[in-house]
């Protein structure tokens, strides 16, 4: 089992940008996949973006294409979201998990507790 921890969520105002940042331990098997997933109230989880245990392949959600990017480091074990120019209507809970492969469904196989980000308009 995987354990991952977010942070770096926070109020900003439209337009700026923040930096999400996973932390993960534990041990993960074969060709494992993280991924970047948000949550408003009311709304169903929304993939943003997936990055393979190599770094080599990545896919992302049609609303968050071109404003957001998901990177990790060469140790593996943090994995990061870059979001830019952020509108009011990216406020939710923010999460990140792992999986064993490319998916856009919300059925990874662990999942962090999340981290809050507030746009302001």
């Known amino acids: 089992q995987v354990q991952l921890t977010e942070s770096g969520g926070r109020l900003v105002q439209a337009g700026d940008s923040l930096r999400l940042t996973c932390a993960t331990s534990?041990?993960?098997?074969?060709?494992?996949?993280w991924g970047w997933f948000r949550q408003a109230p009311g709304k169903e989880r929304e993939f943003l973006a997936a990055?393979?245990?190599?770094?080599?392949?990545?896919d992302y959600g049609d609303s968050v294409r071109g404003r957001f990017t998901i990177s990790k480091d060469n140790w593996k074990t943090m994995i990061f979201l870059q979001m830019n120019h952020l509108k009011p209507e990216d406020t939710a809970t923010y999460y990140c998990?792992?999986?064993?492969?490319?998916?856009?469904?919300?059925?990874?196989?662990?999942w962090g507790q999340g981290t809050q980000v507030t746009v302001s308009s």
């Open positions: 998990a792992v999986n064993s492969g490319f998916s856009r469904k919300p059925e990874y196989n662990d």
């Open positions: 534990g041990t993960v098997y074969g060709n494992y996949v």
């Open positions: 990055i393979d245990w190599r770094g080599a392949t990545t």
